[in-house]
């Protein structure tokens, strides 16, 4: 089974006490699994887990707009950090460089970037 991105979203809560959220991020308390279903039900929400590893478990009250929006900001979060299986090369040379040697450095930089490398090119000033 694939895990959701961002927590659990819905109605199966395996916890019996829960400690609640509403959406404007004010807490509500611990109460009980039903309690907490009835309350999702009369707002039209959903109850999303935000902490697993706390007691009690701690959930937030959200719409489907919110949670969207929860799930974009941990994507951009998961881009922004380095990727563990992602070689970076460095590239360093002269800018006064012969053509047919910056050729092959070009090249050398392409079949890089094919294989989804990071190509970092350093140009240094010729004395």
């Known amino acids: 089974k694939r895990k959701a991105a961002f927590g659990s979203v819905g109605r199966r809560i395996p916890y019996r006490i829960l400690h609640v959220i509403n959406q404007d991020g004010e807490s ?8 907490a279903l009835r309350l999702m039900d009369q707002h039209g929400l959903k109850l999303v887990l935000l902490r697993e590893n706390v007691e009690p478990p701690v959930y937030r009250l959200m719409t489907g707009q919110q949670i969207h929006e929860e799930q974009l ?9 380095p990727k563990p299986g ?20 070009t090249k ?16 240094r000033q010729a004395k």
Not at 86 to 105: G, M, Y
């Open 28 to 35: 509500l308390g611990n109460m009980h699994r039903a309690d």
């Open 73 to 81: 900001k941990l994507a951009e979060k998961k881009k922004a950090s």
């Open 86 to 105: 992602v070689v970076q090369k460095e590239l360093s040379f002269s800018s006064a460089i012969a053509k047919n040697d910056l050729e092959t450095k």
């Open 108 to 123: 050398q930089i392409a079949q890089w970037i094919e294989k989804k490398h990071h190509v970092k090119v350093t140009v």
